[in-house]
């Protein structure tokens, strides 16, 4: 009889037991091999709607700034419902009118239908399928006498070779895993390392979709509270999710319970045999993680250590560090960072590849304005701290990724209602470097040319002791269209750096204003826009200016950040005015963290890999 398309694989099983029950084994082979991979389909599809609107919904915005009675929890539950909705409703012919009861979906985990397929590939005469299948099922249930004699009969049949036999339903990683472990017994290093970094991706990937298919329907069989209700599938769920460890630890039956962490002990030995030492150590590192006790372990790891080639942040693993992780390494909380940038982010990644950065060498810098040419005290002007290719590099970063007000709060028009200004902070560059959407030259590159503008402070003002950084800030400021051309209005209102100017002109260094800063400096990005000169100012009114500087690329304005240096920006009237705003301090309880983590981000070459574990291709560079 012929297989309705449109039937689901219950339909198609229970057909497969009324074929084999009838002996018609032909038919009995072709409705259970047809219900296996019905039941594939909806698994996989099932498990990827799951994951991939899990992650979705962690990415998402909050439509609520304030996590009040759980709200965001909750939020992202609806969301995630409605993804999952919608996933399932693009795939009519998997999911339409088809709902799997936990009862039929048993009969499949236990791999029911090989219990019958054995015999009815058997009867037909496909003797290498029946040992197969017979083992496939014995894989789930060791211990069935019934299936063991049939396997052991068909072991003796000829046309069944026991080293060809398969298990049907043997994640991918089985395979890498033993034919890795296979290489490692024959001393095949390289085979090893293929093999093992394979299996280790399949693995993770194998286990996400494990615990996903955790989170199905659970019948509670009465009808309890909310708070109850969610709780017990909750716990339902979570020891579901438990058991994936030991589900897959069987590899065709064989118990491991240290499956995940010994990929590492394998590798660890092959990178070593394979002279690529850091590759050795992170695979340590990632081994002592699981067991940070294991005395093999430490020793390898005190063996590693003593060579000369050896550094110590090689003994990093791709999701923390070892022993312990720097201060302000990049955890949970530049998540959150991250995820309320990252729609807008998607969409300007496209536009990278085009870009191309190049850093020439350092023009030459020189002082162009001192104290007598700007009409008062402690300040310059230098230029030639960047060129032009350089300055359109980091306008670029503003232009595709400069936040609205980022820098400010949150404040679109900090200074003046008629300009927008578009800001982005060091932390946001690194971020994007971080989490890959920015190529990591452009962070190179700000990190430069801010170091060249420290330097030029430092050699100006003749400063002895350490200068740091405390807020480096690229903003760009436009007019925004309906604004008047003959605006009278200052872009950024006269002020001090480090204290509050008051209309009396006395000027208040204590907080909200940032009484640590020590020095100022501006480094202007180009000139291509109407307005916006920079000026110092004796008054609070901008009524007296001393001296006017007119921004352009490469071009830097210095001074301290005292009430010595009232300044301000006249309106920019037509055009985006960018520039890059740099802060520094004597006192390093205020130098910039960031600054830090950029640096050490760069060196280590280190980005996010959270996100890929779904996919965790990029395993390929080492555990
Ligand atoms: O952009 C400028 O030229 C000056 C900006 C400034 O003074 C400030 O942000 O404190
Ligand atoms: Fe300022």
Redesign the pocket.
């Known amino acids: 009889s012929q297989i309705n398309e449109t039937d689901n694989c219950v339909n198609l099983y229970e057909q497969g037991v009324e074929a084999y029950l009838e002996n018609r084994y032909v038919d009995c082979v072709s409705y259970f091999e047809k219900a296996l991979e019905k039941y594939g389909i909806y698994k996989k599809k099932l498990q990827s709607c799951r994951l991939k609107c899990k992650y979705d919904a962690e990415l998402s915005e909050p439509l609520y700034p304030v996590d009040i009675e759980n709200l965001a929890f909750y939020e992202k539950a609806v969301k995630q419902t409605l993804c999952i909705i919608k996933c399932q409703d693009e795939h009519p012919e998997i999911f339409d009118n088809f709902h799997m009861n936990p009862e039929a979906q048993q009969l499949f985990e236990e791999k029911k239908p090989y219990e019958y397929l054995h015999i009815c590939y058997y009867q037909t005469k496909d003797v290498m399928r029946a040992a197969s299948s017979a083992f496939t099922y014995l894989v789930e249930h060791p211990d069935d006498k019934i299936t063991q004699s049939n396997l052991k009969y068909y072991s003796t049949l000829e046309g069944v070779n026991m080293k060809e036999i398969e298990n049907f339903e043997a994640s991918d990683y089985v395979y890498l895993y033993v034919h890795g472990a296979d290489a490692y017994e024959r001393k095949e290093w390289q085979n090893v390392i293929e093999n093992m970094e394979e299996s280790l991706s399949a693995y993770l990937q194998t286990e996400e979709e494990c615990r996903a298919q955790c989170e199905g329907p659970f019948d509670q069989g009465w009808y309890p509270d909310f708070i109850p209700s969610i709780s017990n599938h909750f716990t339902f769920c979570l020891k579901c999710k438990q058991k994936c460890k030991e589900k897959l630890g069987s590899l065709n039956g064989e118990k491991h319970d240290d499956l995940l962490p010994s990929h590492y002990h394998y590798l660890q030995y092959a990178y070593f045999k394979m002279k690529d030492l850091q590759k050795a150590c992170q695979a340590v590192a990632s081994y002592l993680l699981f067991y940070p006790d294991d005395v093999t372990m430490l020793s390898n790891m005190k063996f590693y250590s003593r060579l000369p080639k050896v550094r110590d942040n090689f003994f990093r693993t791709k999701r923390g560090c070892y022993p312990l992780c720097p201060e302000g390494y990049l955890r949970k909380k530049d998540f959150k960072i991250y995820k309320r940038s990252i729609q807008k982010l998607q969409v300007t990644r496209g536009k990278l590849k085009e870009l191309s950065i190049l850093q020439e060498p350092m023009p030459n810098i020189h002082i162009t304005m001192t104290e007598r040419e700007l009409q008062g005290s402690q300040r310059f002007v230098a230029d030639n701290l960047a060129s032009p290719k350089e300055c359109r590099s980091v306008i670029e970063i503003a232009k595709l990724f400069a936040i609205l007000g980022d820098g400010y709060e949150g404040k679109k028009s900090p200074h003046t209602i008629m300009e927008k200004f578009e800001g982005i902070t060091l932390g946001r560059v690194l971020f994007l470097v971080y989490f890959r959407l920015l190529n990591s030259k452009y962070l190179d590159l700000y990190l430069k040319l801010t170091e060249e503008v420290r330097k030029t402070v430092m050699r100006y003002f003749k400063v002895k002791e350490e200068l740091y950084f405390t807020y480096t ?1 690229l ?1 760009c ?1 436009s007019a925004l269209s309906d604004s008047p051309k003959n605006r009278t209005d200052l ?2 209102e006269i ?1 001090a ?1 480090n204290c509050k100017l008051l209309k009396n002109g006395t000027c208040n260094k204590e907080p909200p204003s940032y009484t640590w800063r020590d020095y ?1 400096a ?1 480094l ?1 990005l180009n000139n291509d826009f109407d307005g ?1 000169e ?1 000026i110092f100012s004796s008054d609070s009114t901008a009524k007296h200016v001393e001296s006017a ?1 007119t ?1 352009k690329c490469g071009r830097m ?1 210095g001074f301290t950040s005292g009430k010595e240096n009232l ?3 006249k309106a920019v009237k037509e055009g985006a ?1 960018c ?1 890059v ?1 740099v ?1 520094f301090t004597l006192d390093p309880k205020y130098a910039d963290e960031d600054r830090a983590l950029a640096y050490y981000v760069i060196e280590n070459d280190i980005n996010y890999h959270q996100f890929s574990s779904v996919n965790v291709s990029n395993l390929k560079n080492g555990p």
């Open positions: 800030h903003v400021r872009s950024h002020h750096d100022s501006i202007y916006g920079f500087v921004p304005v300044h301000g920006v005015r520039a705003a802060w």
